[in-house]
């Protein structure tokens, strides 16, 4: 018997959850890859700020999401570097997050 058909991916809007405040340096980068996966991908990806906790806010609203890649974490050096190496979290940083790539350095 052939496997059913899924829902092509995205079959709905993603989110983009950027860990730090409107228009500052990962603000302009995330909405610059947004509008970039909006076109390729076909569906809209909003831009959310959560910032506070360097970051802590926002990848533990995404690692509490539903995983089915319709709400990413724009993560940085806070999220996944700094935040486990200084405070205790309620978010593994490791284990409830996989990379999709980078998108710049400095």
């Not at 076109?39 to 970051?55: D, R, T």
Request: aromatic share 6%.
């Amino acid at each position: 018997m052939p496997l059913a058909a899924h829902a092509a991916f995205p079959e709905r809007s993603i989110t983009l959850v950027v860990p730090t405040a409107a228009g500052g340096g990962n603000d302009g980068m995330a909405r610059v890859v947004a509008q970039k996966m909006s076109q390729l991908l076909g569906q809209s990806v909003i831009v959310e700020n959560k910032a506070g906790a360097n970051g802590a806010i926002a990848a533990e609203f995404v690692a509490r999401a539903a995983p089915d890649g319709h709400t990413i974490l724009f993560g940085y050096i806070g999220t996944h570097g700094m935040s486990p190496a200084l405070q205790k979290l309620r978010y593994d940083p490791i284990t409830q997050f996989e990379p999709i790539g980078m998108v710049c350095y400095s």
